[in-house]
């Protein structure tokens, strides 16, 4: 099995050839499958505690929205050259129309389905300090569905997977739990993974996708789907290989926060250290960023051990930027160097 972009490419073997490869324009086609989602970030001053009940009262000074959630995949797949198609659920709401606007900005098509009544998954962040402080984060609040969608949404869902997987090299699942991916969507990707690679990152349903090409856990879902404890390097490894039986999957890459990560597939495991400084300025959609150059290096022609190095380099630097972030190619070029 391989796609269109891997068949037609020359094999890859150190990431200045892949940075190049991606460089000339060559980056496959990606359609990403997941939970679109608006993050919307509020910032404030911090003026006094207030006399109502014993919390901070916080002056808005501006607000941002940028792609979350799957949409962040996608757009850090375009940051990399990748032609993408984001496929999901917008409701016909403020933040669906702003995920829309921001995905035509960033050059992302967004093939997004709706229905009277569903709301856009958006997360707001409340960050506030003093007058000469950094804004820290002080309350999330979530808003979205709290269920399942709708059986014809779930049809129609189905359907523009199937419709769009064959004119790409790639799928990029990003399941955060909303409620977009369930098993007849599951079902319809992991088919498609006898013609192209699928590459899962799912937070609450990794077990469910038997098939996939490759599974991209945290430490925390890798525990999840097998139901085994997780400490140590070695116990991790374990880990990997029993979810790699289980997923018949070619390929688990799990990622460890300061201990880097660990890659398993055929030819037995790999531990690659962490890029960059240990402690994290922010890690949020810091998973999207690895999942997604993972996937671009991938199809474009890079061995997993490779596409696993330029996903390391690129998590490295996403995580020191605050929010939801995407390494340019420009940025990885430099601190490969």
């Given at each position: 099995?391989?796609?269109?972009?891997?068949?037609?490419t020359?094999?890859?073997?150190t990431?200045?050839?892949?940075?190049d490869?991606?460089?000339?324009?060559?980056?496959?086609?990606?359609?990403?499958?997941?939970?679109?989602?608006?993050?919307?970030?509020?910032?404030?001053?911090?003026?006094?505690?207030s006399?109502?009940?014993?919390?901070?009262?916080?002056?808005?000074?501006?607000?941002?929205?940028?792609?979350?959630?799957?949409?962040n995949?996608?757009?850090?797949?375009?940051?990399?050259?990748?032609?993408?198609?984001?496929?999901?659920?917008?409701?016909?709401?403020?933040?669906?129309a702003?995920l829309?606007?921001?995905?035509?900005?960033?050059?992302?098509?967004?093939s997004?389905?709706?229905?009277?009544?569903?709301?856009?998954?958006?997360?707001?962040?409340?960050?506030?300090?003093?007058?000469n402080?950094?804004?820290?984060?002080?309350?999330?609040?979530?808003?979205?569905?709290?269920?399942?969608?709708?059986?014809?949404?779930?049809?129609?869902?189905?359907?523009?997977?199937?419709?769009?997987?064959?004119?790409?090299?790639?799928?990029?699942?990003?399941?955060?739990?909303?409620g977009?991916?369930?098993?007849?969507?599951?079902?319809?990707?992991?088919?498609?993974?006898r013609?192209?690679?699928?590459?899962?990152?799912?937070?609450?349903?990794?077990?469910?996708?038997?098939?996939?090409?490759?599974?991209?856990?945290?430490?925390?879902?890798?525990?999840?789907?097998?139901?085994?404890?997780?400490?140590?390097?070695?116990?991790?490894?374990?880990?990997a290989?029993?979810?790699?039986?289980?997923?018949?999957?070619?390929?688990?890459?799990?990622t460890?926060g300061?201990?880097?990560?660990?890659?398993?597939?055929?030819?037995?495991a790999?531990?690659?250290a962490?890029?960059?400084?240990?402690?994290?300025?922010?890690?949020?959609?810091?998973?999207d960023?690895?999942?997604?150059?993972?996937?671009v290096?991938?199809a474009?022609?890079?061995?997993?051990?490779?596409?696993?190095?330029?996903?390391?380099?690129?998590?490295?630097?996403?995580?020191?930027?605050?929010?939801?972030?995407?390494?340019?190619?420009?940025?990885i070029?430099?601190?490969?160097?």
């Open positions: 099995m391989s796609s269109p972009a891997r068949r037609r020359q094999p890859l073997t990431l200045p050839a892949l940075l490869r991606l460089e000339r324009g060559v980056a496959p086609k990606i359609l990403v499958v997941g939970d679109l989602v608006a993050d919307r970030y509020v910032f404030g001053r911090t003026e006094r505690v006399r109502e009940a014993p919390v901070l009262v916080v002056r808005r000074e501006r607000e941002e929205v940028r792609l979350g959630g799957a949409a995949a996608a757009w850090n797949a375009a940051v990399l050259g990748a032609k993408v198609t984001a496929v999901g659920v917008l409701g016909d709401d403020a933040m669906g702003e829309a606007r921001l995905c035509a900005q960033e050059g992302i098509a967004l997004a389905l709706t229905a009277p009544g569903v709301r856009t998954e958006s997360k707001t962040r409340i960050l506030a300090g003093g007058v402080t950094s804004r820290q984060q002080m309350l999330r609040l979530d808003e979205g569905e709290d269920g399942p969608l709708p059986p014809r949404l779930r049809s129609r869902l189905v359907e523009r997977i199937e419709r769009l997987a064959g004119a790409h090299d790639a799928i990029l699942v990003s399941d955060y739990g909303a977009v991916l369930g098993p007849e969507a599951i079902a319809a990707v992991c088919a498609c993974a013609r192209i690679p699928v590459v899962v990152d799912s937070r609450h349903q990794l077990h469910a996708f038997r098939g996939a090409t490759v599974a991209k856990p945290n430490e925390p879902e890798l525990a999840s789907a097998t139901g085994q404890s997780i400490g140590t390097a070695a116990e991790v490894e374990r880990a290989q029993a979810l790699r039986r289980a997923l018949a999957c070619q390929v688990v890459l799990v460890r300061r201990e880097g990560m660990l890659l398993l597939d055929k030819d037995g790999e531990r690659i962490p890029h960059g400084p240990r402690e994290a300025v922010d890690v949020t959609g810091a998973g960023s690895v999942g997604a150059v993972f996937a290096a991938f474009a022609g890079a061995a997993a051990s490779l596409a696993a190095k330029l996903a390391n380099v690129a998590g490295g630097l996403v995580v020191q930027k605050p929010g939801t972030a995407a390494a340019t190619l420009r940025e070029r430099r601190a490969v160097r």
